[in-house]
């Protein structure tokens, strides 16, 4: 009996390992590899000579840009579906379907959404090819985690605050909008951080939604179209002419992508840690 | 029972159903104006359940079919034309765990005239100060109202969703076992206050405890549950009747402990 408890003892032991010893390695090369190429110049130029010197600032502009953008979308849609589903409707039929769909949703390759982004939003809609199109692609994919983490944060708030509300003659949007949501906004928050943080690093969607290979300008319009710091490591290693001459800008437009995600989980890590001591 | 009192709120023929279970059967009793009324019985016998038809908070539960009449003031308030934010104003409810916004003290009392677009700050805070002096609660807490109202103690808590519940006017009050997640000092400050309040509120509580229910209510109702697990009421008189010669001997059984 002891001597089996030590064996699972051991192979739980070793999976952890396993998953830190994978991710410390591939932080440890991408920081050892890319950490002399990141100056100053290579933030803040575009890139030169083929693409082969300079910085990738029109990558670091786009992805933000195109992030912020996928926001301002999945953030009020995200979390109106989930008052419906939590406030409204819960417990409905349709509500279980709704929940369903985005719970499918969380689960399509993500190279689907880039086809279904191609033919939705820049055939059928005709938003053309650019941010606006690549943003929406990307909202579509990140909609399930605004949704779940937004239910998420209004189930754990409790139903007694609801009810004080409604005895006070309160109407459901009154509770809704003066108890429910400052309440759950640090859940709300740290879900919208998330999608930012999964939508930033997703290459393929925006593959026919209007990414570019290279662009002497940075987008001027919503219409426009981008580069892209994923598609950017895509391309170098990828489609470059020398790819052992570029591996430089691969690492260090890698380790820039990776702190910009990682920033971003980590503000919502923190979100997330006061909201509970807060709570207790 | 004595017929000189106005009738403030007059339930006949009351049946609330869950799904298909029927919670209370058959309830009709008038409940006097200015008392405070007492509702007893074992767990599990819809005390809740009927408190909570009097404003109409079990319609928040999915699936509840209410029949029969609730009269308040003569009005039937389960006819369709009534407005159910009106009502809840009328009818104010204190809950079994104090339930405070996790707001400051102010605004937990300032939030019924907030949500009522009432916006003169001096009309707001004139509100504020009355309830919470109705409430016994104003010398406690004049100094800290805009600190968070999780700081207080339970007992302070409680008096506060009191006077958030004084501050929309209402003329009845709804107590759901207002006292049982307090200690026992607490507990007398609280029926005190309910002493007091009778004097210009009808005061309807659901309670456990048959000792709260002897010394501050002047009338109490008796439920117990059937063989069907539906409540009924089995006995309604003055408070001192039931408790020193109860008509029903399942009264008597009750109150002296042999059974719920």
């Not at chain 2, 074992?42 to 609730?70: H, I, Q, W, Y």
Request: glycine share 8%.
């Amino acid at each position: 009996m002891r001597f089996k408890e030590k064996i699972y003892l051991s192979l739980t032991a070793l999976a952890t390992l396993i998953i830190i010893g994978l991710l410390s390695y591939i932080i440890f090369d991408i920081l050892k590899n890319g950490i002399g190429v990141i100056t100053w110049e290579f933030l803040s130029q575009p890139p030169r000579e083929g693409m082969t010197k300079g910085g990738i600032f029109p990558a670091i502009y786009g992805t933000l840009v195109r992030t912020l953008l996928m926001l301002v979308f999945v953030v009020p849609i995200g979390v109106f579906t989930a008052i419906y589903l939590n406030e409204y409707g819960r417990g409905s039929n349709f509500s279980k379907w709704i929940r369903l769909a985005i719970n499918n949703l969380a689960s399509v390759p993500s190279i689907v959404f880039g086809l279904f982004g191609m033919g939705f939003f820049v055939l059928f809609l005709r938003l053309g090819a650019g941010l606006l199109s690549a943003a929406l692609t990307i909202g579509i994919l990140t909609l399930p985690i605004v949704v779940v983490s937004t239910e998420e944060a209004l189930r754990a708030v409790p139903n007694s605050y609801r009810e004080a509300g409604f005895a006070l003659g309160a109407t459901k949007w009154q509770v809704i909008r003066s108890i429910v949501l400052p309440q759950a906004l640090p859940g709300i928050l740290t879900g919208a951080i998330l999608s930012v943080g999964r939508g930033m690093g997703e290459v393929a969607p925006l593959l026919f939604t209007g990414v570019a290979y290279y662009l002497p300008y940075l987008p001027s319009s919503i219409f426009d179209q981008f580069m892209d710091l994923g598609y950017h490591i895509y391309i170098m290693t990828t489609q470059s002419f020398n790819i052992e001459l570029t591996r430089p800008i691969q690492y260090g437009t890698a380790l820039v992508l990776l702190m910009l995600t990682l920033s971003f989980n980590i503000i919502a890590i923190f979100i997330r840690y006061r909201m509970r001591r807060k709570r207790s | 029972m004595n017929n000189k009192l106005k009738i403030k709120i007059s339930v006949r023929n009351l049946n609330i159903y869950y799904g298909k279970f029927l919670a209370i059967k058959n309830i009709t009793l008038d409940i006097p104006e200015r008392s405070i009324t007492a509702v007893i019985g074992p767990s599990g016998c819809g005390k809740s359940t009927f408190l909570r038809a009097l404003n109409r908070m079990n319609e928040l539960l999915p699936d509840v079919k209410t029949e029969g009449e609730v009269s308040i003031d003569g009005r039937n308030i389960y006819s369709p034309d009534v407005d159910l934010v009106k009502l809840r104003r009328n009818v104010g409810m204190v809950f079994q765990r104090p339930n405070p916004f996790p707001k400051s003290i102010f605004e937990n009392v300032a939030f019924g005239l907030r949500i009522q677009g009432i916006r003169d700050r001096e009309r707001i805070e004139e509100t504020v100060e009355l309830s919470l002096r109705r409430a016994a609660l104003w010398d406690e807490v004049k100094d800290k109202l805009y600190k968070s109202a999780l700081e207080l103690s339970g007992g302070q808590q409680q008096r506060l969703c009191i006077a958030r519940a004084l501050a929309v006017q209402p003329q009845v009050i709804l107590m759901d076992e207002p006292a049982s997640a307090l200690d026992p000092i607490a507990t007398l400050r609280i029926e005190d206050l309910m002493r007091e309040l009778k004097e210009e509120y009808t005061i309807v509580i659901v309670t456990h405890n048959m000792q709260q229910a002897a010394r501050v209510s002047d009338f109490t109702a008796f439920f117990l549950t059937d063989e069907d697990r539906a409540g009924m009421l089995i006995e309604y008189g003055n408070t001192s009747d039931i408790f020193t010669m109860p008509k029903d001997p399942r009264t008597e059984g009750y109150i002296t402990g042999r059974y719920g």
